[in-house]
């Protein structure tokens, strides 16, 4: 079992910047591959960032990519999410997730999940 909890949300204005965190709790967390989603209003949870076991890999969906910057601390058991240069269609719930093993784009293939944090950018 692996607790999940998210903060650093907020209201930023467009081209701000804002740092999300997750931290973990219960199994090691460097057995697990680690992805950031969001969710708008309306629509379905997206994939935005995953980083593997140890952070020698990362993903990135386009829309975020060269703006947001996923890393993660094992042994602080802290998962984190840069996010720069923002946009108003940035605005959404943000979810950090534990994927045993193997990151993935898909959300259904993630184990835990934290309650969300919400980001809103305003123009």
């Known amino acids: 079992q692996v607790q999940l909890v998210e903060s650093g949300g907020g209201l930023v204005q467009a081209g701000g910047s804002l740092v999300l965190s997750c931290a973990a709790s219960g199994r090691a967390f460097s057995d697990y591959a680690m992805g950031w989603f969001r969710q708008a209003p309306g629509k379905e949870r997206e994939f935005v960032a995953a980083?593997?076991?140890?952070?020698?890999?990362?993903d990135y969906t386009d829309s975020v990519k060269g703006r947001f910057i996923i890393s993660r601390d094992n042994a602080k058991h802290l998962l984190y999410v840069q996010m720069n240069s923002l946009k108003p269609e940035d605005t959404a719930v943000y979810y950090c997730?534990?994927?045993?093993?193997?990151?993935?784009?898909?959300?259904?293939?993630?184990?835990?999940w934290g309650q969300g944090t919400q980001v809103t950018v305003s123009s």
């Open positions: 997730a534990a994927r045993y093993r193997e990151y993935s784009r898909d959300r259904r293939e993630y184990n835990y």
């Open positions: 980083i593997s076991r140890f952070g020698g890999n990362t």
